[in-house]
């Protein structure tokens, strides 16, 4: 199911206005919840009060339910994910560098420019 302009305005109102949460907009919407968390993190839309940093990660792997080993970056490889995109490299460039997929990659860097907007905002 493709997400028209329209879902999208709703997604962003239900999180930021509303605070409704990923899984509440996704039942709402009859879209996955890993649809609706790629396009909150791909526009930057964060829930209404959301604290100015995350949670850390544990910086260990784990295998999700449905069987996908999660490795989190280490802020070494953030800091390089971040000088290669400043340089110019693609997405997909940056993960075979670092053996990652190109879309873990774009994820990735999306989270840490919202972060460093939300730190510059202050």
Do not use: C
């Amino acid at each position: 199911m493709k997400v028209t302009n329209r879902d999208l305005e709703k997604i962003f109102d239900m999180r930021e206005r509303r605070g409704f949460s990923v899984m509440k907009i996704a039942k709402v919407l009859g879209l996955s919840k890993s649809t609706v968390g790629w396009h909150l993190i791909k526009y930057g839309v964060e829930k209404k009060g959301a604290a100015p940093e995350p949670k850390v990660n544990k910086l260990r792997s784990y295998v999700r339910k449905d069987g996908v080993v999660i490795r989190p970056f280490s802020s070494e490889e953030s800091l390089r994910a971040e000088r290669m995109s400043k340089e110019g490299m693609t997405d997909s460039e940056i993960g075979r560098q670092l053996g990652r997929k190109p879309n873990v990659v774009t994820t990735h860097l999306r989270i840490l420019a919202r972060r460093a907007a939300r730190a510059e905002a202050g």
